[in-house]
């Protein structure tokens, strides 16, 4: 039962803007009403609606703040800065180079809130020294490791220090994703005569004196990128502008990419972020505690800390659903209610088994790069596979629909639903799709 006081905090700012052709679209104010509202209310609405109407419904969120519900903060756009200078006119100089791309840091990625601990001591040092002094001696820093362990947080550390540092520089923060898009919009913008690769060279080759690009194993398998890329970094590196990268492989394990480019990412420093220990999981839970002004017990924190090892991600996404229960149920947070909330985040299924290690197994089953599983192809040699991989995830663990999506390249919630339904049915009817899935399923269970 939902009690009023709940209702308005955590129900009522969500909107429906538009239902046509089952189609249903909500707004939210920020992705952690989103993510609750998934999790503790849309299974049993959508069941509930699907029954009376007679008819499957899809739901299409729009979240209203960015994905971290946070301001973000302009950064090279700043007044001070060159691209004041650049605006002058045409005339008083030569041509100016056009304007970076507005590049955007998140305001709480500062090395200030960043947690340092035996196994991200190194890449906190790396980071700290590169941001001092940027380009003497390291270039480029790359730094690896799994999901949710600071990468991306590392690297905005080092652009706010900069844009502190040197106001005047253009310091550029770029997901790898993103250069590749705006590399392939802007050929195909020259093609149309809209755009020049002139304008989009000078936007990363000319116009950084810092470089700082996320996530670079986006580059692998894309020829013409990792070509243009190539070009980007040896422009930047010969002129002395510090590069920052991460990925989720070390240079040499990056799959799909040139060696040329691969022996470049080895020229300067390579720091690994791995798991946190026990210790620096407490400092961060607590840390992150006292930022959001929630209450947590000892026991409470270390109940947490021992239960969720794999990334600060998870810890992160755990603390907010043990501060929404609390106020939901408008009681202060205790180990009793961190047990009872998280009891669905830790334990995993009586087999123990994870989502990787489905995907895995299934990615070996059907032959499929796991790169493509996650990925958003959508013919069936890989569609039928992906689905079958989130039935499984659906069956074997007790993740949620929206965390289950999110792990197959951020997916939808309705479309995991959709897939977990449709394998269900083609179990029901097709005796070869049952025997595949039990199969793997034995597979999984063997151990
Ligand atoms: P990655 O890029 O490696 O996937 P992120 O940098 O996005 O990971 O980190 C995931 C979340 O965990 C972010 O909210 C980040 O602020 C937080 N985080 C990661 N490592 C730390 C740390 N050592 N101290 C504090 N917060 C951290
Ligand atoms: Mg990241």
Aim: glycine share 6%; charged share 25%.
């Amino acid at each position: 039962m939902v009690k009023p006081a709940h209702r308005d905090l955590w129900l009522r700012p969500i909107t429906c803007v538009g239902i046509a052709d089952g189609h249903i679209k909500l707004r939210a104010p920020d992705r952690y009403h989103k993510e609750w509202f998934e999790d503790n209310f849309l299974p049993s609405i959508l069941r509930d609606l699907e029954v009376r109407a007679k008819r499957s419904f899809t739901v299409a969120f729009e979240v209203t703040q960015d994905e971290y519900g946070e301001p973000l903060l302009p950064l090279s756009g700043s007044s001070g800065g060159r691209l004041g200078a650049l605006s002058v006119p045409a005339a008083a100089g030569p041509t100016p180079v056009p304007a970076a791309p507005r590049p955007e840091l998140v305001s709480r990625y500062t090395f200030d809130k960043f947690v340092v601990g035996p196994t991200n001591q190194f890449a906190h040092a790396a980071a700290r020294m590169v941001a001092d002094a940027p380009a003497s001696r390291w270039n480029p820093l790359f730094i690896y490791g799994g999901v949710g362990l600071g990468k991306t947080h590392l690297l905005q550390a080092i652009g706010h220090e900069l844009h502190q540092s040197h106001p005047d520089w253009v310091v550029t923060f770029i997901t790898c994703e993103k250069f590749v898009t705006d590399f392939i919009g802007s050929m195909m913008g020259q093609k149309r005569g809209v755009t020049t690769m002139e304008n989009f060279r000078a936007r990363y080759r000319k116009t950084p004196d810092v470089l700082l690009v996320d996530d670079v194993q986006f580059l692998s398998n894309k020829d013409s990128s990792q070509d243009e890329f190539f070009h980007t970094f040896e422009a930047l590196h010969r002129d002395h502008k510090q590069i920052v990268l991460t990925s989720d492989k070390l240079p040499a394990e990056l799959p799909g990419v040139e060696d040329r480019l691969r022996s470049r990412f080895t020229w300067g420093l390579i720091a690994e972020v791995e798991t946190p220990d026990l210790e620096t999981r407490i400092a961060i839970i607590k840390r992150k505690a006292e930022t959001d002004g929630v209450v947590l017990p000892d026991d409470a924190v270390l109940y947490m800390a021992a239960h969720i090892k794999s990334n600060v991600r998870e810890l992160e996404g755990a603390l907010l659903r043990l501060a929404a229960r609390a106020a939901f149920q408008n009681q202060p947070i205790t180990l009793e209610l961190a047990k009872d909330a998280l009891q669905k985040l830790i334990s995993l299924a009586p087999s123990g088994l994870t989502i990787e290690a489905i995907q895995r197994e299934v990615s070996v089953y059907f032959d499929v790069k796991l790169h493509d599983l996650k990925g958003p192809k959508r013919h069936r040699a890989v569609a039928h596979p992906r689905m079958v991989a989130m039935f499984l995830c659906r069956k074997l663990t007790s993740m949620s629909y929206p965390e289950i999506g999110s792990r197959f390249g951020g997916k939808d919630h309705s479309t995991v639903i959709s897939a977990v339904r449709k394998i269900e049915g083609l179990c029901a009817t097709d005796p070869s799709v049952r025997s595949v899935v039990s199969t793997i399923e034995s597979h999984l269970r063997q151990p």
